[in-house]
C-alpha cells in the first residue's frame, strides 16, 4: 500500500459540502467502461482513456481514500470521507501505471479522477464550476488538507460546457503531489476532474483525456 499513497486523491472527502441536503438518487448511473470508452447515460457523457492504462473498480477506490486520509492524518478529515460518501459519488479513476506492480519513486504514477457530488438546494447559489472550487477551496481549509493553491482559478472549454479549474500542491507524508482541480455543472451535480501528475508531460497527456470528453 505504500506505492499507492504516492498518488492517492482525496477530491471526494476533501471538496463534500456536507450540507446539501440531498442524497445520491437511487437512478443514479455510475457508468461503465467498454474498449477503453467511459459512458454515463445519467450525465450524457463519455471520455476516452489512454490505451494501456490502468482503471480502478469502486472498492479499490473507496481504498485509496482511506489511505489517503491514513496518510494525511486527522480525525476530521475522516469524518469528511464518510459524510461525502452520502453525497458524492467516485465515477472513474484510471492510472497512468497498475497499482499492483508500480514502484518507481522516480516517476509519479500519474492519475485522474471523475467525481460527482449532488449539490441539492445548493445548487441555487453554485451556478458554475468557479462557485463551486471557491467553496471546496475553503473545505480544504476546514479539513485541514495540506495543499497549496497556485495561482488564480480559470477557465477552459470542453465539447461546449465551461470547466474552471486551479492548480495547487499536495503534501502528503513529505512528498509534493501537484494537482489540477477541474469542474463543471452539470444535471444539478458538480462534476469534478482531479488530475495528479508529477511532469509538465504528464499534465498535458491528463489534459488531452479530458477533452476527449464530449456531452450529449
Not at 171 to 189: A, D, E, P, V, W
Request: proline letters at 2%; one cysteine or more; aromatic letters at 10%.
Amino acid at each position: 500500500m505504500k506505492t499507492m499513497k504516492h498518488f492517492l486523491f482525496i477530491a471526494a472527502c476533501a471538496l463534500s459540502l456536507m450540507s446539501c441536503g440531498r442524497e445520491i438518487p437511487t437512478d443514479f448511473d455510475y457508468g461503465k467502461v467498454e474498449e477503453n470508452t467511459y459512458t454515463n447515460d445519467f450525465f450524457g457523457l463519455t471520455m476516452e482513456i489512454p490505451d494501456g492504462w490502468h482503471v480502478q473498480d469502486q472498492e479499490t477506490q473507496k481504498i485509496l481514500q482511506n489511505e489517503g486520509a491514513n496518510a494525511i492524518g486527522g480525525e476530521k478529515l475522516a469524518k469528511a470521507i464518510k459524510a461525502a460518501e452520502i453525497t458524492s459519488a467516485n465515477l472513474l479513476m484510471a492510472s497512468q501505471f497498475d497499482l499492483a506492480t508500480y514502484q518507481d519513486p522516480k516517476v509519479l504514477n500519474s492519475n485522474f479522477t471523475l467525481v460527482a457530488e449532488n449539490l441539492g438546494i445548493s445548487s441555487a447559489t453554485i451556478k458554475d464550476g468557479d462557485a463551486y472550487l471557491e467553496v471546496s477551496k475553503k473545505q480544504f481549509r476546514n479539513n485541514n488538507v495540506p495543499i497549496e493553491i497556485k495561482g488564480d482559478t480559470k477557465k477552459i472549454d470542453i465539447d461546449g460546457k465551461t470547466f474552471h479549474y486551479f492548480d495547487g500542491v499536495l503534501t502528503m507524508q513529505g512528498l509534493k503531489i501537484k494537482q489540477r482541480y477541474m469542474s463543471t455543472i452539470l444535471n444539478g451535480f458538480a462534476i469534478l476532474y482531479v488530475a495528479t501528475y508529477g511532469s509538465d508531460d504528464q499534465l498535458e497527456n491528463l489534459m488531452q483525456v479530458l477533452n476527449t470528453t464530449r456531452f450529449k
